[in-house]
Nanobody
């Protein structure tokens, strides 16, 4: 089954930073919006950020605005999520997926059902 490979997770201290990467071998991300999602233990999966294909415009959930940055490198067929100044609510398994119906992100990050090619995700742990 075609799926994303998310990597870069690990242990990060509050006030530090971590960069997550996402790629999908054999599939071009150039024409699709790509989203990052996360799921903490005992909680539902939530949308974190989305980057459009055309101009790399981005959408963020309110809780990460000003701290997280999503960007893409089409030459490397990779989408990144930069986590700056993580908080106690940020630890989770982070996933990436492609929206095959869109080239630009929607205003809402709640439509995880629109995305495909989910992978196993990468674990982010925040600890001092």
């Amino acid at each position: 089954q075609v799926q994303f490979v998310a990597s870069g997770g690990g242990l990060v201290q509050p006030g530090s930073s971590l960069r997550l990467s996402c790629d999908i071998p054999g599939f071009s991300l150039r024409g699709y919006a790509v989203g990052w999602f996360r799921q903490a233990p005992g909680k539902e999966r939530e949308g974190v950020s989305c980057v459009s294909s055309s101009d790399s415009s981005a959408t963020y959930t309110d809780s990460v605005k000003g701290r997280f940055t999503i960007f893409r490198d089409n030459a490397k067929n990779t989408v990144y999520l930069q986590l700056n100044s993580p908080k106690n609510e940020d630890p989770a398994v982070y996933y990436c997926a492609a929206n095959l119906m869109r080239s630009r992100c929607s205003d809402s990050l709640s439509r995880a059902y629109e995305y495909d090619y989910w992978g196993q995700g990468t674990q982010v742990t925040v600890s001092s």
